[in-house]
T-cell receptor
Framework: EAQVTQNPRYLITVTGKKLTVTCSQN?????MSWYRQDPGLGLRQIYY???????DKGDVPEGYKVSRKEKRNFPLILESPSPNQTSLYFC???????????????FGPGTRLTVL | TQLLEQSPQFLSIQEGENLTVYCNSS?????LQWYRQEPGEGPVLLVT?????EVKKLKRLTFQFGDARKDSSLHITAAQPGDTGLYLC??????????FGKGTSLLVTP
């Protein structure tokens, strides 16, 4: 089944404890992206990747890191999480390096992160 | 920076009613997408509109892209409880990133 998977789905952690949220897609998509969704603020892009070894900042990259060493995986790293990073996180992928006109973004099921 | 304003933010209607959701911006978009998100799940694409003035229909849902490609609307005819969810519009300005609106939360009661 074609899908985007994220792990873990739920995570409660404490301030300063490094964590990684994994994202994997099995559709051979070139483009991958991370979003966070907060009440009243909607979906905001954190980072995106046009292809392997190519990443770029979205609207809210502060406090996050990403890597794209292989096409299928795009982990989101929080080196020192803080309470303001408590949010619902979504990974998405699309077939080519372009969003919108030519492509559909396929979203994962989400990771609910709580930082105490 | 969120460039898209959605209205209304919340909408609660009874089954069988019609409704319209709006997505407005002062920026021009090369395309605009509408997604629906259900609780506990990621957004799912409903439609992409590309040409100014374009109208697309998906069963009881009608999507329109403004002539100037700055705004869009979603009209639902005879809403059903299964239409309940969060409706998101997303605009593509650059070709590599989508800018999402904050969403319209729709509740349709039997």
């Amino acid at each position: 089944e074609a899908q985007v998977t994220q792990n873990p789905r739920y995570l409660i952690t404490v301030t300063g404890k490094k964590l990684t949220v994994t994202c994997s897609q099995n559709m051979n998509h070139e483009y991958m992206s991370w979003y966070r969704q907060d009440p009243g603020l909607g979906l905001r892009q954190i980072y995106y990747s046009m292809n392997v070894e190519v990443t770029d900042k979205g609207d809210v990259p502060e406090g996050y890191k990403v890597s794209r060493k292989e096409k299928r995986n795009f982990p989101l790293i929080l080196e020192s999480p803080s309470p303001n990073q408590t949010s619902l996180y979504f990974c998405a992928s699309s077939p080519t390096g372009m969003a919108g006109v030519t492509d559909t973004q396929y979203f994962g099921p989400g990771t609910r992160l709580t930082v105490l | 920076t969120q460039l898209l304003e959605q209205s209304p933010q919340f909408l609660s209607i009874q089954e069988g009613e019609n409704l319209t959701v709006y997505c407005n911006s002062s920026s021009v978009f090369s395309s605009l997408q509408w997604y629906r998100q259900e609780p506990g799940e990621g957004p799912v694409l409903l439609v992409t509109v590309v040409t100014g003035g374009e109208v697309k229909k998906l069963k009881r849902l009608t999507f329109q892209f403004g002539d100037a490609r700055k705004d869009s609307s979603l009209h639902i005819t005879a809403a059903q409880p299964g239409d309940t969810g969060l409706y998101l519009c997303a605009g593509d300005m650059s070709g590599y990133a989508l800018n999402f609106g904050k969403g319209t939360s729709l509740l349709v009661t039997p």
